[in-house]
């Protein structure tokens, strides 16, 4: 204890402040090993800040301990929602299965929730105070997307200007032939929301939020600020100008099916969240709707930061200032 009040002392009188920040990311995708190399090399001055890793980092149970367990190298605290890649179902998530029986993304899930517990990774509300000295709570949201099909009224569902193939999108969407799902007595998205109902509620301190999947329709498409954004980005990897593609744009398929869901914005507005992160699109995004921030900061896969999709990259070089907020 001496030795710490000394140490606080001396940076006192040195003027010094010790920084705690929020920082966020997602989508990591570190079954590509070029992603993996890139977080590899984040720098080591985040060791008295706060990540928040919005979901996508790996279906592979192993190397996602093992990327949480670095970024818990390189961070203070590290908080996680699992995405749709981790729900994923494989031979080597079965193998690597506690549990006796076949292995379901319900189980796949819950094995990660209880091995973030063991690892000392945040899935639960948690009161962080920053470097100012300021108290927040960050509150991971548990998500998935409702397709119109699965529940119309609670789906990011918009219909688009093309023609849409459902078949065709349903044979693209990998998590259709992945996922595996028990019977559930609710919709996907319900299901999760439900998990988080305990934890809605308002608190006496600023709240940080997120989620994997999107809670707005609204924040699929970029606007013009997001758009200048993407061309900054290309103009910093030296890339000709380009025409911008809306998200989820080739023929005969929506990516609104698959974005998120209603409830999670309701959700969002009963905790009074200040800043909200979201991640899944691989389009990233920071606007302020109703008096909420929304943060997209996402890694996403080679071809797409290449092209300069993923601003903010560039500037950031790793994970992405939410806290804050100046």
């Not at 009040?5 to 940076?11: E, M, T």
């Not at 961070?75 to 292995?103: C, I």
């Not at 061309?231 to 100008?241: A, D, M, N």
């Not at 698959?258 to 995004?285: D, P, Y």
Request: glycine share 4%; proline share 5%.
């Amino acid at each position: 204890m001496r030795t710490n009040f000394l140490c606080f002392s001396c940076n006192v009188l040195c003027g010094l402040r010790m920084t705690r920040r929020v920082f966020a990311i997602s989508d990591l995708h570190v079954d590509h090993p070029e992603n993996l190399k890139w977080v590899e090399n984040w720098s080591e001055s985040y060791e008295n800040d706060i990540l928040i890793v919005a979901g996508d980092v790996t279906d592979s149970l192993p190397l996602l301990k093992s990327t949480l367990l670095m970024l818990k190298k390189k961070f203070d605290t590290v908080f996680y929602v699992p995405g749709n890649h981790e729900l994923w179902v494989r031979k080597e998530s079965q193998r690597a299965s506690a549990n006796t029986g076949s292995m379901d993304s319900i189980k796949k899930f819950n094995e990660i929730i209880t091995m973030c517990e063991v690892i000392d990774v945040y899935t639960k509300p948690k009161r962080m105070t920053t470097g100012e000295g300021q108290d927040i709570i960050i509150v991971p949201l548990y998500s998935w997307y409702s397709t119109p099909e699965e529940d119309l009224d609670d789906s990011l569902y918009h219909c688009g200007p093309e023609p849409e193939d459902k078949e065709k999108m349903n044979k693209m969407w990998m998590d259709n032939h992945f996922c595996i799902w028990p019977k559930l007595d609710t919709s996907r998205s319900k299901y999760f929301a439900k998990l988080n109902e305990e934890h809605i509620k308002q608190y006496d301190v600023p709240v940080i939020s997120f989620s994997h999947f999107l809670p707005r329709i609204d924040l699929v498409l970029p606007t013009k600020e997001e758009d200048e954004a993407v061309v900054k980005e290309r103009q910093l990897l030296s890339l000709p100008e380009m025409k911008l593609q809306r998200q989820g744009a080739f023929p005969g398929f929506n990516f609104t099916r698959f974005a998120g869901c209603k409830v999670l914005e309701t959700q969002i507005r009963q905790l009074g969240s200040k800043v909200h992160v979201h991640g899944h699109q691989h389009r990233n995004r920071d606007r302020i709707v109703n008096n909420v921030r929304y943060v997209s900061h996402c890694l996403g896969y080679r071809m797409e930061r290449e092209k300069g999709l993923m601003w903010g990259l560039c500037e950031w070089k790793g994970p992405k200032q939410v806290w804050p907020l100046s």
